[in-house]
């Protein structure tokens, strides 16, 4: 089986639910505690071994670029000064020269439409796709746990989560023919069906690992849910083709593409963060004693 070595990061999205913090910045470049949304999807794909990374981006994104490139300035600055664990954060997360990519979407024709806009770098190989909206807390990285799911099941895998049957709306959603518990193969697939069409809860977040055949999919695939190219009817397009399964993975998403589901990442990781913790942990409790 062909080695998974790259990564498409759709980011041309205009962030409508978090404005107007989205305003002028890039929703992937909101920080959560200490960091921009997007490095940790880049961190998490880099530590499942990933290797060459494209983003997708589009008009008022040059920040993330700003973000992964060498900030010579601000580096020789910090040196001077002897701040070296300041200056170890900045350089903490710049992936090799030469491993990332920038193209653009045009226009916001939807997700599939987006990752077809990384053909020409992803060519003729399987790839994964991460949604840095979907922020995965996990003990081994997302990507990785899919990456070795599909080295035993190959075709495509996507992370899975069950949710609450009100919110399949918001989901693409498997229509499951066999489920062991953690691997689910599926038929078919619906982006966002109303609870009552649903043919399950168990939906896909942000993480794929795409067999070629989709992105040849993505060239003649229609606009489907909402008028966009959708990336799951692509998937579907593929299902007769290449098996399909759902992983659940091990681990927790947050939803840092609305307001809620940010806060709450921001809660958990500044929790985890040992600067961080014991100040989140004390003004939590007194916010709750003040609740009750
Ligand atoms: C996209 C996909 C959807 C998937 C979701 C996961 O929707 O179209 O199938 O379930 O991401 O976060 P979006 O959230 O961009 O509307």
């Given at each position: 089986?062909?080695r998974v070595r790259k990564v498409v990061f759709?980011v041309?999205?205009?962030?409508?639910?978090?404005?107007?913090?989205?305003?002028?910045?890039?929703?992937?470049?909101?920080?959560?505690?200490?960091?921009?949304?997007i490095e940790?999807a880049v961190e998490e794909a880099r530590a499942a071994g990933l290797e060459a990374f494209i983003f997708v981006t589009?008009?008022?994104k040059s920040?993330i670029e700003d973000h992964f490139d060498r900030a010579a300035?601000?580096e020789?600055?910090?040196?001077?000064?002897?701040?070296?664990?300041?200056?170890?954060?900045v350089r903490r997360c710049q992936p090799p020269a030469g491993s990332l990519v920038y193209t653009r979407?045009?226009?916001?024709?939807?997700?599939?439409?987006?990752?077809?806009c990384a053909r020409a770098f992803v060519q003729?190989e399987?790839f994964a796709?991460a949604?840095?909206?979907?922020?995965?807390?996990?003990?081994?990285?997302?990507?990785?746990?899919?990456?070795?799911?599909?080295?035993?099941?190959?075709?495509?895998?996507?992370?899975?989560?069950?949710?609450?049957?009100?919110?399949?709306?918001?989901?693409?959603?498997?229509?499951?023919?066999?489920?062991?518990?953690?691997?689910?193969?599926?038929?078919?697939?619906?982006?966002?069906?109303?609870?009552?069409?649903?043919?399950?809860?168990?939906?896909?977040?942000?993480?794929?690992?795409?067999?070629?055949?989709?992105?040849?999919?993505?060239?003649?695939?229609?606009?489907?849910?909402?008028?966009?190219?959708?990336?799951?009817?692509?998937?579907?397009?593929?299902?007769?083709?290449?098996?399909?399964?759902?992983?659940?993975?091990?681990?927790?998403?947050?939803?840092?593409?609305?307001?809620?589901?940010?806060?709450?990442?921001?809660?958990?990781?500044?929790?985890?963060?040992?600067?961080?913790?014991?100040?989140?942990?004390?003004?939590?409790?007194?916010?709750?004693?003040?609740?009750?």
């Open positions: 089986m062909q759709p041309a999205g205009l962030g409508t639910r978090v404005l107007p913090a989205a305003k002028a910045v890039p929703k992937e470049m909101l920080p959560v505690v200490d960091r921009p949304v940790y589009g008009r008022g920040a300035e601000l020789a600055l910090l040196e001077a000064k002897g701040k070296s664990k300041e200056l170890a954060e979407q045009p226009q916001p024709l939807g997700l599939g439409h987006a990752v077809w003729d399987p796709v949604l840095p909206d979907d922020l995965i807390r996990a003990e081994t990285p997302c990507l990785k746990q899919l990456l070795d799911a599909h080295a035993e099941v190959g075709g495509n895998v996507v992370a899975v989560i069950d949710v609450p049957k009100d919110q399949t709306a918001r989901y693409g959603i498997l229509d499951v023919t066999a489920d062991d518990g953690r691997l689910a193969a599926a038929q078919g697939l619906v982006e966002k069906p109303a609870p009552e069409d649903a043919p399950s809860t168990l939906s896909i977040i942000g993480r794929y690992i795409l067999d070629p055949a989709v992105m040849r999919a993505l060239d003649t695939q229609q606009a489907g849910h909402g008028g966009e190219i959708q990336l799951t009817d692509a998937l579907a397009a593929t299902i007769h083709e290449v098996p399909f399964h759902g992983l659940r993975f091990q681990g927790e998403r947050f939803d840092c593409g609305n307001k809620a589901g940010y806060v709450e990442a921001t809660l958990q990781f500044a929790l985890d963060n040992p600067e961080t913790a014991e100040a989140t942990r004390a003004a939590m409790r007194r916010m709750i004693a003040l609740e009750d």
